[in-house]
């Protein structure tokens, strides 16, 4: 079992920056392939970024150059780095863990989620 726990949403003014946080604890040796996913409202829970346990990521066509995914192994954490927010990215974003299929931004693939955390964008 791997627990997940997110952190760092909150409201940002458009083309502002935001950090979210996931902590990760547990067997976390078997958490595979990580990643970010968010769900706005009325909409279906869609991939942002992965990164599997070599380090290679994938980011959805929505958020290239504008977000970043990133690991603190040591702490178990996992991050993503927000820049330049758009009103679109507003959303429950939740962290997820356990696919074994590195690259895979299909919810269905995915094992373990945390609860989220609201992430609003302003003008």
């Known amino acids: 079992q791997v627990q997940l726990v997110e952190s760092g949403g909150g409201s940002v003014q458009a083309g502002g920056s935001l950090r979210l946080s996931c902590a990760a604890s547990?067997?976390?040796?078997?958490?595979?392939?990580m990643g970010w996913f968010r769900q706005a409202p009325g909409k279906e829970r869609e991939g942002v970024a992965v990164?599997?346990?070599?380090?290679?990521?994938r980011y959805a066509d929505s958020v290239k150059g504008r977000f970043t995914i990133s690991t603190d192994n040591a702490k178990n954490t996992l991050y993503l780095h927000m820049n330049s927010r758009k009103l679109e990215d507003t959303a429950m974003y939740y962290c997820?863990?356990?696919?074994?299929?590195?690259?895979?931004?299909?919810?269905?693939?995915?094992?373990?989620w945390g609860r989220g955390t609201q992430v609003t964008v302003y003008t």
């Open positions: 990164i599997d346990s070599d380090g290679r990521i």
């Open positions: 547990g067997d976390t040796v078997t958490s595979g392939c």
């Open positions: 997820a863990a356990g696919s074994p299929y590195g690259g895979s931004l299909l919810t269905n693939d995915y094992n373990y």
